[in-house]
């Protein structure tokens, strides 16, 4: 059974920081991009990074460049976002997923559950 399990979401002060872990199953994550995507009550989803199939090429949402970064560890078969300098707006449910390429706004083909991740003093 494919499956991708997200985890390391929780509450942090700003300008906390967060690693957030995408652990896959049943398949093998480096034949796939991945990507990372957020989710606010009441706004759209938003593409925040992602990684090429040969972890060659990456993407970040221009609100989390040079906070983010998205990370590969084959061996675990698990896609990593570290999250620094955490924003109260960077508060919502992330999810990881596969997608076919690595744009943000390519819609995903598989996702995971979510993790919520809430910014607040």
């Known amino acids: 059974q494919l499956q991708l399990v997200e985890s390391g979401g929780g509450l942090v002060q700003p300008g906390g920081s967060l690693r957030l872990s995408c652990a896959a199953s049943?398949?093998?994550?480096?034949?796939?991009?991945i990507g990372w995507f957020r989710q606010a009550p009441g706004k759209e989803r938003e593409g925040v990074s992602c990684?090429?199939?040969?972890?060659?090429?990456?993407n970040y949402a221009d609100s989390v460049k040079g906070r983010f970064t998205i990370s590969r560890d084959n061996a675990k078969n698990t896609v990593y976002l570290q999250m620094n300098s955490l924003k109260p707006e960077d508060t919502a449910v992330y999810y990881c997923?596969?997608?076919?390429?690595?744009?943000?706004?390519?819609?995903?083909?598989?996702w995971g559950q979510g993790t919520q991740v809430t910014v607040s003093s």
């Open positions: 049943g398949f093998t994550l480096n034949y796939y991009a």
């Open positions: 997923a596969v997608i076919s390429l690595c744009m943000l706004s390519i819609e995903p083909n598989y």
């Open positions: 990684l090429s199939r040969n972890g060659g090429t990456t």
